[in-house]
């Protein structure tokens, strides 16, 4: 059994197939969601221990789920990665300024995900 849980968060489902697969392989158990609004109810009931967020997507997007997952009193806040096609460096500031811990830019390999995983010390 995976000692670590992601929550992919993304409005695709091929996306987040692919993303949950690269966990998977990473020996994560991963769990999926469509909107920022699932993601959050995953959260208070789930405790990830990181979160793949994609900017775009209806309902709620990763912006205001990211800024309302931050206030949420949890017992322990989950790493945050914004996974998104959003590559204007404001864009990226915005991100991490409203708490996001790292930020990658669709589309991205396996490489790169374990590159920015070993940077946050969740490789």
Wanted: aromatic share 4%.
């Amino acid at each position: 059994m995976a000692d670590r849980t992601c929550l992919v968060v993304d409005d695709s489902a091929p996306i987040r197939r692919v993303v949950s697969g690269m966990f998977l392989d990473l020996g994560y158990a991963v769990a999926e969601a469509p909107t920022g609004k699932d993601a959050l109810d995953y959260c208070r009931a789930g405790q990830p221990d990181i979160v793949m967020l994609d900017w775009n997507m209806p309902v709620m997007d990763g912006i205001g789920c990211l800024t309302a997952l931050r206030s949420m009193p949890l017992p322990r806040q989950p790493v945050v990665v914004m996974c998104t096609t959003e590559s204007q460096i404001a864009r990226i500031q915005q991100a991490l300024s409203a708490g996001a811990d790292e930020y990658i830019i669709k589309p991205f390999g396996r490489d790169v995900l374990v590159d920015k995983l070993e940077q946050l010390g969740m490789a």
